[in-house]
T-cell receptor, first 112, second 112 residues
Framework: EDQVTQSPEALRLQEGESSSLNCSYTVSGLRGLFWYRQDPGKGPEFLFTLYSAGEEKEKERLKATLTKKESFLHITAPKPEDSATYLCAVQARGSSASKIIFGSGTRLSIRP | NAGVTQTPKFRVLKTGQSMTLLCAQDMNHEYMYWYRQDPGMGLRLIHYSVGEGTTAKGEVPDGYNVSRLKKQNFLLGLESAAPSQTSVYFC???????????FGPGTRLTVL
């Protein structure tokens, strides 16, 4: 069964304290893995797409990496404005448009 | 360019009442989706559409109906609301299968 698990559920960091969020997945052939950011009371906002193991993408203080079983979202020297819920989603190769599976997210809180 | 908009933003219904949620996108996207988001469960797909005049069931379609009469609009209907349908509803669109999704701001629905 296709599955996406994110950990930890919640993470509190001090400003400047780097860390990583994990997204573990089980799908029958990965077509793409997506990271989104969601602020309270708003819709998810796209961050990255990763397609194959070994691929990395960066945007400001965020870097996403991908292996055959999991993806990490690394946050370097975070600022309070990075506080949000980060969602991971996977799409299986050969699947229909309905087979987009979201994880339950990691709530990140950065203290000044 | 407004992106994806949703109407209404908030709604309170009594059990058994009906309502329609409207999603509109101005990006000429082919694919549109309706999700519900509940605490600790991530985003779950209700229905989706791969083009004007087409709709299909997602993971949790029971109790909902949809229509896509115009390419830019995707309507979600609740014929007889139940307390279990209390949730935050998000609409999303994408130009084609496999691309990142663009989300609306959400509709917070409470069914008493």
């Amino acid at each position: 069964e296709d599955q996406v698990t994110q950990s930890p559920e919640a993470l509190r960091l001090q400003e400047g304290e780097s860390s990583s969020l994990n997204c573990s997945y089980t799908v029958s052939g990965l077509r793409g893995l997506f990271w989104y950011r969601q602020d309270p009371g708003k819709g998810p906002e796209f961050l990255f797409t990763l397609y194959s193991a070994g691929e990395e993408k960066e945007k400001e203080r965020l870097k996403a990496t991908l292996t055959k079983k999991e993806s990490f979202l690394h946050i370097t020297a975070p600022k309070p404005e990075d506080s949000a819920t980060y969602l991971c989603a996977v799409q299986a190769r050969g699947s229909s448009a309905s087979k987009i599976i979201f994880g339950s997210g990691t709530r990140l809180s950065i203290r000044p | 360019n407004a992106g994806v908009t949703q109407t209404p933003k908030f709604r309170v219904l009594k059990t058994g009442q009906s309502m329609t949620l409207l999603c509109a996108q101005d990006m000429n996207h082919e694919y549109m989706y309706w999700y519900r988001q509940d605490p600790g469960m991530g985003l779950r797909l209700i229905h989706y559409s791969v083009g004007e005049g087409t709709t299909a069931k997602g993971e949790v379609p029971d109790g909902y109906n949809v229509s896509r009469l115009k390419k830019q609009n995707f309507l979600l209907g609740l014929e007889s609301a139940a307390p279990s349908q209390t949730s935050v509803y998000f609409c999303a669109s994408t130009p084609s299968w496999g691309n990142e999704q663009f989300f609306g701001p959400g509709t917070r629905l409470t069914v008493l």
